[in-house]
Structures are given as C-alpha cells and as structure tokens.
C-alpha cells in the first residue's frame, strides 16, 4: 500500500463519531445523525486540517446536513449526462471531445457534488467496462480531447492510470488527455514522485484542479500543484460559485490570485448545478455577474475565468457576462468598461452593411454546428461577399 493510500484508510474521518471526538461539543450530534445516516462522507486529514471551526466554508463542503434531505427543484441527474451516454462511463455531447468516467470514488466527498446520484457507488461507475468505453473512442474520430473524470481519477492507483493514458494514447485522433481531479486539495500527498514521472510520457495532459476557496491552497496543495507543474502537467482550475462558501467577490479575487502564484490558470466559475440536495448551496446568477464585475479590470485577466452556467437537462456550458456593451449598429460600439465610464467604437467605413449574427439555434434544442458541404458553400458565400466588397 502506498503512503497515499495508507493516508487515506488510516487517517481520514468517515463516521458522526469521529467527528464529534475531533470537533468534540461544537457540533450538535442528534441535529447531524439524520444526515449522517443519509449520505455518505469522509474527510482527509487535508479537508479536515482546512476547517478552521465548525460551520466555516470549508465545513460546509464536506458535513452533511438535513438540508440536502429537502429537494426543492433539484434533479438527480441535472445535466443529463446518462442521457448523452452512448456506453457506460463514457458522455459524449460536445462535438469534438468525450467525458470518460474512469473512477467512482474521491477522497473527500464534497456535499454539492452534480454526480453524487453515481459517485461513491462502484456500481454506478464500474471499472470493468473499459472496454467499450475505448471501443467507442476509437470508433468516433471526431472525438481528439478526453476528459477522464468521476469520481476522481487520481484515486486511481498508478498502475491503472498508466494503463488508461497507454489506451488512450494508442488512438491516433485523441490529441488532449484531461484530468478532472480535487485530490489537490482533498490529498496532496497523492501527488508522488512516481505519478510524476509516469505521467511525463503521455503528454499533453491538462489538470482541471478544484478549488473552491483560498484556504484550500495550503503549503501542501500549492506544494502538489509544483510539483504537477514541474512535470509537465498544464493546470486550470474550476470552482462552483456556492453560497456561504464563496459568493464575496473579495474571497474570489483573493482564490484566483493565490491559484495564480500556485501557476494554475483560473478556468471556470459554475454556477452550481440544479443538483438534488444541493439546494441550500445555490445563490443567484446575478451574483455570480456582481463577481465576475468585480474581478474584470480590476485585477489581471488571467485572474478572471469564465462564468458558466451547465445548462440543466443537456445542453452544455454557456458563457454569461456582465453587460458592458450598450449599442452596437454599423457606425460604432458604444461600451462601459470596468469603471463605469463610456466609451465609443468606431466600426471600420468600408464594411458593407454587418452580417447577421449566425442564428443561435433556428429551434431551441438545435445548435448550429456547420459541417461537410454547407460549411464549405457558406464560407465561399462570405468569401464572395468579401471580394465584391474589396476587402
Ligand atoms: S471531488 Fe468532484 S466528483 Fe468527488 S465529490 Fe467532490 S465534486 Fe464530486
């Protein structure tokens, strides 16, 4: 057994009892056993080590409680990922690039988790089905980015992970091997020396890392994100916009920056999902844009990462910003930028009357994706056009 593993089964607090000898009369057991008796946890010595007192935001990422007994207008399954998935473990619904589910468990269970109808059940994500899952990839050449999530890959031990990225990488159209991964955060210590040095031959490989407030970044996790680094492993973070936890535009700003001096490029802020039981963690889509205002100009834009909304029931990430544009007609841009202050655009004189947008999607379910000969005849259209205008 690993130094990693051993952590994790010797070290970690899975049951009410443990955790009332470790936070002793702060917590209130009778209030916690309903929860306690309902859903899974565990805490590494790493999540644990980050609550500072009971109730605090790292609290309550992991603690369960009866709130996530009331469902309100959540779904188990809010993204309808099963219903994009043409094997087991795998969901494929972006044009270019498929989800591999290649492992049901993390190392600390977070409470507003958009897979917890499947995470912690080895039977929901079965590490024996493999094999279809790589049939299909190699069948869909279209598909050139793999992102192997869960669960959480890196409780995967070496071994297997190597055989993954040896398959992977066998299939000539897969360009990109991502990892979507928290164990930064939940046990550094899994990062190791031989990880390290295994994962160097099977590159490009990404990391999305998961960090949710700027006390996760502790000297252990920024010391595990170096040593990703040193190996070649390019890092971007994706955090969930949560409330109690991080809706504060200055927590934001304070996490992108530490993200950054850790040498990860801060990636996405989600909304959170419409996730059963996840309920009391979700706060207002304005919110997320007062944050996003907050951090654009007001600090490095590559403190500032995208804010997304996983639309519910299937239908991708779709970017929301704040509004900065105010009109925009064939003469000029009239803008506000991060002050306030208003600002005009001039549109260049020799451009015929501006293209229409391409329609966003002529039925509501429908994305307009161009392939094979339309793609072919619309862009000799708009090379035509752009010829008789003399550009
Ligand atoms: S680490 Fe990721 S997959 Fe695991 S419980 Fe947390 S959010 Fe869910």
Known sequence: MSDWQRIL???????????????GD?????????????????LTPSALNAIKEVGDPMWQQYIPTVEELDVVDGVIDSLDEDGDSPVPNITHRYPDRALFL????????????TRRRKVGDPEKIPLNQYDSAFEYLRQHTEIRDVIMSGGDPMMLSDRRLEYLFQQLRAIPHIEIIRIGSRITSHLPERITPEFCEMVQKYHPIFMNVHFNHPDELTPAAVAALDRLSRAGVSLGCQTVLLKGVNDDPKVMMKLMH???KARVRPYYIFMADQVAGGEHFRTTVQKGLEIIQALRGWTSGMAV??????????????????????????DEVVFRNYEGKRFTYKQPKRVPAAEPLPAVAAESDVVPILRGKRAKKEGAVRQKRRKASGE
């Open 258 to 260: 530490e993200l950054l």
């Open 26 to 42: 702060a917590i209130d057991v009778e209030a916690l056993k309903p929860a306690f008796e309902n859903f899974q946890m565990r």
């Open 102 to 113: 290649v492992s049901p468990v993390c190392a600390s269970y977070c409470r507003f988790c």
């Open 305 to 330: 990462p995208q804010f997304v909304i996983d639309s519910p029931g299937g239908g991708g990430k779709v970017p929301l910003l704040p509004e900065y544009v105010e009109e925009i007609n064939e």
């Open 9 to 23: 089964k010797d070290e970690s607090i899975a049951t009410l009892d443990k955790l009332h000898e470790k936070f």
